[in-house]
């Protein structure tokens, strides 16, 4: 008996009994039509009726530009190309390219969440390098010395956490320096981790603390019945948790020294192997600046909008992590697949940090990191 095709499309009503589902054969391909971005099918709900596009809730719906074009001027946006030189070679102004990226960034950065999950993760490291937007020095400040996270100029700070066996980046934040931005920055790895990994930092005393509040135990003491203000609840790190900070003094242009030491979790570390370092996160940060021409270094290309900056940086993990191959993960092929692609053989079957993780099962493109769509954690859907 011939099966329906599951087609890995939601259906767009919200009242639908199948809203959110994709693996139970309840949508069929009625019709293919034509746009000005290229050729789309129409989708029909067996149980509500209800019709939608193929590129409903993607980056591609409802586009008057060919989606090559902007698959084009997004992939120029990876790899440091100005503006100016997109508008030459696509012929577009620079305000269409950055709606699309408006588009790009929050759709990567759903989908980037919903693939990294349950990861098989040892180690973290996590870093911040400051950068800077407008100008070097806010005009509106904290007590700290920082830009407020309300304020259009000033440095502010990327954050990036990444597992180092994998190469993958578990999270990227651009905020301020204070507490509540490394809280943030913790939470995101810890819900997409598998258990608690040993945690690596560069001396900044907020990550330890960010950590305890991720990963807390709240000691709770009943009421004794007699007078006076009952004992208040006690916080104390988790047992399993590893922190070692690695600090580095510098002075402008010259490297002092390179200390290290156990904060957290010293009988963990030891029975665990590992050494303390965070080479791994400043190579990612290297990688960033190379790839996103606003955070290299002594250059005039800086973002003069922070949420413009903010939509470049989330946008690069997702890339980076299922559609990038990663030298240092590929893996030989054996001779018997190494078959000739015109005048080319290769000897290596090249491997993303998704791939890495056991996450996907081949590189992704960038098309189909602007139109996958995945389904909510808590109604997915059993079925092949």
């Known amino acids: 008996m011939r099966h329906a095709k599951h087609w890995r499309q939601p259906c767009p009503k919200t009242q639908c009994a199948q809203d959110n589902l994709m ?10 039509y034509l746009t000005q971005s290229g050729q789309r099918r129409m989708f029909r709900c067996r149980t509500c009726a209800t019709t939608c596009a193929a590129t409903r809730d993607t980056v591609l719906f409802n586009l008057r530009t060919a989606a090559e074009q902007v ?25 269409p390219v950055w709606g699309w990226l408006a588009r790009a960034a929050p759709h990567a950065e759903a989908s980037n969440a919903q693939v990294l999950r349950d990861l098989p993760v040892t180690q973290g490291h ?6 800077v937007i407008e100008r070097q020095h806010a005009r509106e400040t904290d007590a ?93 790190p988790h047992p399993a948790l590893v922190d070692g900070p690695l600090v580095k003094p510098k002075k402008p242009g010259k ?19 590992l050494t303390i370092s965070t080479a791994v996160v400043e190579r990612v940060h290297l990688t960033l600046r190379q790839a996103l021409a606003p955070l290299a270094r002594q250059t005039s290309s800086f973002c003069t909008d922070r949420e413009r900056r903010r939509q470049r940086v989330v946008f690069f993990p997702a890339f980076y992590n299922v559609a ?61």
Request: aromatic share 4%.
């Open 23 to 32: 693996k139970t054969r309840h949508v069929s391909a009625i019709a293919t």
């Open 71 to 95: 698959m084009m001027a997004l992939k120029r946006r990876l790899v440091q190309v100005d503006l100016a030189g997109i508008s030459f070679v696509l012929g577009v102004t620079a305000e």
């Open 126 to 131: 996590l870093d911040a390098r400051w950068n």
């Open 144 to 236: 700290a010395g920082a830009s407020v996270p309300e304020g259009a100029d000033g440095r502010q700070g990327v954050w990036v956490s990444c597992a180092p066996d994998l190469r993958l980046m578990s999270a990227a934040v651009v905020g301020p320096r204070p507490l509540d931005t490394a809280k943030a920055v913790v939470a995101v790895p810890k819900g997409r981790v598998a258990g608690i990994p040993a945690c690596f930092s560069d001396g900044f005393t907020g990550s330890l603390a960010a950590r305890i509040a991720a990963c807390p135990v709240v000691t709770t003491f009943a009421r004794t019945g007699q007078r006076g203000r009952p004992r208040q609840p006690v916080w104390e």
């Open 255 to 273: 490297w002092l020294t390179r200390s290290t030491r156990v904060v957290l979790g010293a009988e963990r570390l030891t029975h665990l192997g």
């Open 324 to 384: 990038r191959p990663h030298l240092s993960l590929r893996r030989p092929l054996p001779m018997c697949a190494r078959t000739r692609q015109g005048a080319i053989r290769p000897r290596w079957r090249e491997r993303t940090p998704a791939m890495a993780a056991g996450l996907t099962d081949h590189v992704w493109t960038v098309r189909e990191l602007l139109t996958v769509k995945c389904e909510p954690l808590d109604s997915q859907s059993i079925g092949g």
